[in-house]
């Protein structure tokens, strides 16, 4: 028994003496290199992004409009509306936004990272998109309302979503770092709240099952017990 406690010190002290000698040899690498670590967010804007405000929101539209781009204006549309997260939007059937022909003023979708339902209301400017994008199409109700070229059966990614937003911001000669995808996501809550200051409005409007997500959310400053 002796032995092998013995065994173990001693294969223990040899392991040390490796991760020693290995971090002293990597050290001295590092250093011929003259290799530096930088912080992880270096060159990043770090925090929650900023959501549009209504000159940016019709700046967008007008374009889009101009250009013809059916099917961007009915994701950009459809993207306030809905406040769906990317993953959420992109995956969006016509049967969820139409019946027939006729788009819908109100839908309830699954949220995939949550599994709840939420619903959101279709207004009458992106009802007008989303029919036009259905009719251009011949979209049938079992398919992806926002399609990728790759074939009908597939949707476009979040990937090519978020390069699609991007392109609209630099359109307007926004600072691209302070905008993403979740920005169209906040939009709509954070005009809403500007207008109303209805914090649980805005907590139904997106789902939250707490109300300080949706405090976190906003971005704001609110005593939660004092609200009730």
């Not at 040899?14 to 050290?27: A, V």
């Not at 509306?81 to 979708?109: F, H, I, M, N, Q």
């Not at 979503?161 to 307007?172: A, P, Q, S, T």
């Amino acid at each position: 028994m002796t032995e092998y406690v013995h065994a173990q010190q001693l294969v223990i002290v040899d392991l040390f003496s490796l991760l020693r000698d290995n971090h002293t040899q990597i050290s001295h690498i590092a250093g011929d290199l003259n290799m530096k670590t930088s912080p992880w967010n270096k060159d990043r804007t770090i925090g929650q992004k900023r959501p549009l405000q209504i000159s940016h929101i019709w700046g967008i539209r007008i374009r889009l409009e101009l250009e013809g781009k059916t099917r961007d204006l009915a994701l950009f549309n459809m993207a306030l509306d809905t406040k769906l997260r990317g993953c959420d939007l992109v995956k969006l059937k016509v049967s969820d936004a139409a019946y027939g022909s006729s788009v819908s003023s109100r839908a309830t979708v699954l949220q995939q990272k949550t599994g709840s339902p939420v619903q959101f209301e279709i207004t009458k400017g992106t009802r007008e998109a989303v029919t036009a994008l259905i009719k251009l199409g011949n979209w049938h109700s079992k398919g992806f309302l926002f399609r990728s070229r790759v074939g009908t059966n597939h949707h476009i990614s979040t990937r090519q979503y978020n390069r699609i937003f991007h392109g609209w911001v630099e359109k307007l000669g926004l600072e691209d770092s302070l905008y993403s995808t979740h920005s169209m996501r906040r939009t709509k809550p954070y005009l809403i709240y500007k207008k109303t200051k209805s914090l649980r409005g805005i907590q139904l409007l997106l789902g939250h099952k707490k109300l300080e997500s949706t405090v976190r959310y906003l971005g704001i400053e609110v005593d939660i017990e004092g609200l009730f």
